[in-house]
């Protein structure tokens, strides 16, 4: 099939008002005749939840934690950018697209981009009235401050809890409308399948993780707001419950997978302490605002950092790029502190670390100021390491974060499969090969309110003559069988490896050939590795207890299972792609200084994969044309 | 370190539930709390046996899917933290750690540790929430809000919906939970048109979920991980009255 993105006529400006002067919609006494299911509660899934509820769908949301509240959503710090430019510093909407396009690394939907871009400055006028109590200045008005990659300050927060706000105010709408009845949510259920209908996304399968039935629901439209899949590393910022489970067995009833490999690596997150780690929590980018990052100059240097005189300090980022100094993009960060690692500079007693000072801020500003800036992030780095960071410097260090890739969308956010859609981290569409800092709670928060509302219209306004969806159907039927099939044979492998070992695995074998940097060599090893996996869980994995009832060794396995696949399939799309781009570095393409070269000529492409029956992928690719914006080598020097 | 668990086991709401003792060893004091967990059942699962089940999710403090009691203190020894970021150094080597469920008539058990606290979410669906669905909203500067007034409003905000206030309650009262939500909305500009009726809702919808009375022991506000303002209680009692008589005008 070929990809067709259905972007709109006209100039890029006006591509969205386009869109919406001509989409067609539903009339307000015929919604109620339309069902949705969203699956997931968070920015993206939980947002279009409660904006389609709003509007008279009939709606059921599904995610698997006990409370929408608890999404991942809500561990984003930040902040969330909007183009509104109230601090007068010449921001506007074309410059916020021009920063985030050049932030991809020239490798994103112009169209797409612009749009989100536009509806950055709705979104702060609504979660204000959702009572979302952003950071004001003493005047009373929203107050800002800047993230990487830009170089005007368009970020608002909530201290370091602006994805707890924003999620909670999504949340409690969604809780309205559960009041008000247009909104069923299934909470502890896990999306097994998705159902397809002749051609059509028309249900799901689902277990219930309490009661461990398989149960199946029907819908007009089915809408993925799953989020990313940078679990699969094991060691991650992510929650420890976040897969790709969903997202996973949609591309294999027909949903194309884009871009897969890139997986953002935040460079500013814990370093891992030990073999029992289970997480590698974030210290957020907004930290880089005053914090500067540093190595020892000497390598092996033992000193305490406060006994390292300035003359012996490599502020690396600063040297490098002096005009983003700290405030590089994150893949450009966390190169840069693999190679200082690399080569022998790293601090801390496993050597996986880099300091993040903020000694000169405190002089200038005042314990007290940074303290309100950041104090929740002073008071969490001291919980976990007990270390005062007020008096010495923060360890931090690399980690898995955010997958810019995930389905295939059109600039409808519908997928290869009609009738599929998907909001948020999901998706691929926005952020290229690298996100900005704060574009995450923007994209899945637009997607969920303002955007998969205006163009599901136009696909269900060819629904209202459908009647309800049966769910006893062949499809219905084949597709639960193959979910029961499945739990039976993850339970009758009764082996001896736990889990989670085997998940740790993956994700050495992850971190080291498909994450920062990478080339042909090591990821043909990578595969073959991946391969040998797969096999030894599949034959090997210890999965105790049964499916009636909770179960959360069964529940890891079928999301590691999938990871198991799609890990085969960010190695194969990194191989592919013989260029370094954003958080894609391959070895073989960069220049002396170790900047990373593009081959626009071969890779101005999104990669989108289609799944062949497990035997391989079939490639399509998406031309991206960049008529708005010049396309040059992206620096920060 | 070596450590002695005693963890409650029970398989569903109606089942009759004990301590069951395991013994751990070498364990590193860097390891949090939860990883101690993993290990055990990594090493149950391996022997073919039933995991213990136990809520986690976020494992860095916020988004409240963590619980458990351990050795009779809601997220543990620490006070102010959750469990995800309680670690061992909190312990002492060979010592004996009770690791029970949050106890409370409105967390039913689902199994061993895990608990069932949709009641909460009850209480926000009666109206802890601004009625202003998408595309309603006005522009976001033309609603000034004071520094001091947007901060008192966070800290109220902050609550992590976890329910260690209500686990730790000799009345198993929600009354912390549910005044910090009152209380942020209270505070704002936005939250004033329905605020009479939110407070009243709310409070209706607490009893009926079988939640106690409050009586002010602080107990709550000793262990939120958050550091939720136990003044916000008194805020709600005041909201409470102030709307009886908004609502009879």
Known sequence: MALNAKIPKGPLKDKWQNYLNNTNIVNPANRKKIDVIVVGGGLSGGGAAASLAELGYNVKVFFFQDSARRSHSVAAQGGVNAAKNYKNDGDNIYRMFYDTVKGGDYRSREANVYRMAQCSVDLIDHMTAQGVPFGREYSGYLSNR??????????????????????????????????????????????????????????????????????????????????????????????????????????????????????????????????????????????????????????????????????????????????????????VASRAAKERMDAGHGVGSLKNAVYLDFKTAIERLGEDTIKERYGNLFTMYQKITNINAYKEPMKISPAAHFSMGGLWVDYELQTTIPGLFAVGEANFADHGANRLGANSLLQASVDGNFILPNTISNYLSNEIRTGKISTDTPEFDEAEKAVKDQVEKLLAIKGTMPVDQIHRRLGRIMFKEVAMSRNEKGMLWAIEEIKKLRKEFWGNAAISGDEHGPNSELEKAGRLADYLEIAELMAVDALNRKESCGAHFREEYQTKDGEAVRDDENYMYSAAWEWMQGKDWKLHKEELEFKD???????YK | MKLTLKIWRQDNAKAKGKLVKYELSDLSTDMSFLEMLDVLNEQLASKGERVVEFDHDCREGICGQCSLVINGQAHGPE???????????????????????????????????????????????????????????????????????????????????????????????????????????????????????????????????????????????????????????????????????????
């Not at chain 1, 069923?184 to 799901?204: C, F, N, P």
């Not at chain 1, 914006?629 to 620096?635: A, L, N, P």
């Open chain 1, 146 to 331: 800047s993230f990487g990659g830009v170089l005007v300050s368009r970020t608002f927060y909530a201290r370091g809890q602006t994805g707890q706000q924003l999620l909670l105010a999504t949340y409690q709408a969604l809780m309205k409308q559960v009041k008000v009845g247009t909104l069923t949510q299934y909470s502890r259920h896990e999306i097994l399948d998705l159902v397809v209908v002749d051609g059509k996304a028309r249900g799901v399968i689902v277990r219930d993780l309490v009661t461990g039935k398989i149960e199946r629901h029907s819908a007009h439209a089915v809408v993925l707001g799953t989020g990313g899949f940078g679990k699969i590393f094991y060691l991650s910022t992510l929650a420890m419950n976040s897969n790709g489970s969903a997202t996973w067995r949609a591309h294999k009833k027909g949903a194309y997978f884009a871009n897969p490999s890139w997986t953002q690596i935040h460079p500013t997150a814990l370093p891992q302490a030990g073999e029992h780690q289970s997480k590698l929590t974030l210290m957020s980018e907004s930290l880089r605002n005053d914090g500067r990052i540093w190595v020892p100059k000497k390598k092996d240097d033992d000193r305490k950092p406060g006994d390292i005189p300035a003359e012996d300090r490599d502020y690396y980022l600063e040297r490098r790029y002096p005009a983003f100094g700290n405030l590089v993009p994150r893949d």
């Open chain 1, 629 to 635: 914006i010049e396309v040059k080598t992206r620096s």
């Open chain 2, 79 to 249: 006070g102010h933290y959750t469990t995800c970021q309680t670690h061992l150094r909190s312990f002492k080597d060979g010592q004996t750690l009770n690791i029970e469920p949050f106890r409370a008539n409105s967390f039913p058990v689902i199994r061993d540790l895990k608990v069932d606290r949709t009641s909460m979410d009850h209480i926000i669906q009666a109206g802890g929430y601004i009625s202003s669905f998408t595309g309603m909203a006005p522009e976001a500067n033309s609603i000034p809000i004071h520094h001091n007034i947007a901060e008192s409003a966070f800290d109220s905000a902050a609550c992590i919906g976890c329910g260690a206030c209500i686990a730790t309650c000799k009345n198993s009262s929600a009354a912390l939970f549910m005044s910090a939500k009152i209380a942020h909305l209270a505070k704002l500009p936005q939250g004033q048109v329905e605020r009479a009726e939110r407070v009243v809702w709310m409070v209706n919808a607490h009893d009926d979920e079988g939640f106690g009375s409050c009586t002010n022991t602080g107990a709550c506000a000793m262990v939120c991980p958050q550091e939720v303002p136990l003044l916000d209680i008194t805020r709600m009692n005041y909201e409470y009255n102030r709307s009886l008589k908004t609502i009879d005008s």
